[in-house]
């Protein structure tokens, strides 16, 4: 295992996760749920409070506690009348249709997002997606197990969940209706879900929901990021597993030359090659002026971007696999003030964070350590996370 100088020792043991805040907007209010707590009783909230519809799509929807108790809330909708449709992502998902059972006998529809053995196995649904009565929605990075929703001292997950109401929440759930469709036919095509992805239109305002995926081209997210990015003067970035390729990369060191690029990543993961994947890049961020925190706490699952006054919110972390393969919801909101306070949400992080400074970088960067940090890389861009979380190199 890797070591880092701990200076940040005495910020990480007083961390706690922020308390819920939200954002008003014009057509648009946001809720923030840092809290693992917090976000369980609010999407609970969301389920129990739901008239008419419940539409949820998730990656990981597993058969512990956190997930029997999403599941049995789900069920209760369902037997009062609420339409309620589950779509579940195959390969990383341990909910299945023995599980979902009561959902079904209760009236409610489970779908599975199925990998295959094609081009089509390594595409992954990604998203986190759940939709109340076509009025309010939520999105985040989280998942729907144990682990998303405990404490920073009971090593939980470092996650952020956003509500949304107003008029994108229609963009939602006709995204979530794509999904749907898809996942209807047992012999739904590979090109069926690229061309979703390849002709979804996130709008031209400032608030604007993009897509990522498998497509011929770029997807609405990859390629507006990669815009905001040639231009961009003032970059925070908050994300669980970070290595983009080569051209954005040398975007954000751009930013660094002649403004502010500041990366706070993990320094805990469930995944220790994403650890290394992410060191490999450090030297090239700090010669060009970047500053870089490793989050000490606990895991750090959030995927946040601030950009000049542009927020990028949702499940896509910043890798080659969110990038172009993953299908991926993100929110793009273009607001100062909303910018300007999810800045200073990263920021209030940093003080249980370790800054890796040039010297110590330089400690860390031995020929064994580079070597490893190389083989990472290669795990986490060009194989599989699941293969890489089985070797994970030690790191």
Known sequence: METVPDTAGEGAAAYRDPAPFHAELPGLALGFYPGGPDRLERLLRLIEEAQHSLKLAFYIFARDEAGRIVRDALVAAAVRGVAVTVIVDGFGSQADAVFFAPLTEAGGDFRIFQARWSRRYLIRNHQKIVVADGNTAMLGGFNIENDYFELPEQDGWNDLAVTLTGDIVEQVEAWFGELEAWTASDKAQFRAIRKSVREWEGGDGPVRLLIGGPTKG????????????????????????????????????????????????????????????????????????????????????????????????????????????????VLRVEDRALAERMRGFIADHFAASQEITADIHRQQAGWFNRLRWIASWFLVSVVDYTVSRKLNLGL
């Open 218 to 329: 770029l997807s609405s997210w990859a390629r507006i990021i990669g815009r905001d990015l040639m231009y961009g003067r003032k970059l925070d970035v908050m994300m669980a597993y970070f290595a983009p390729p080569r051209r954005l990369r040398r975007r954000m060191r751009e930013i660094a030359r002649k403004g502010q690029t500041r990366l706070l990543l993990p320094g805990k993961t469930d995944n220790g090659a994403t650890l290394g994947a992410a060191r490999l890049l450090y030297r090239a961020f700090l010669r060009s002026g970047a500053r870089i925190w490793e989050f000490q706490p606990c895991k750090l699952h959030t995927k946040l971007i601030v950009l000049d006054d542009a927020v990028y919110l949702g499940s896509a972390n910043f890798d080659m696999r969110s990038l172009y393969l993953n299908l991926e919801i």
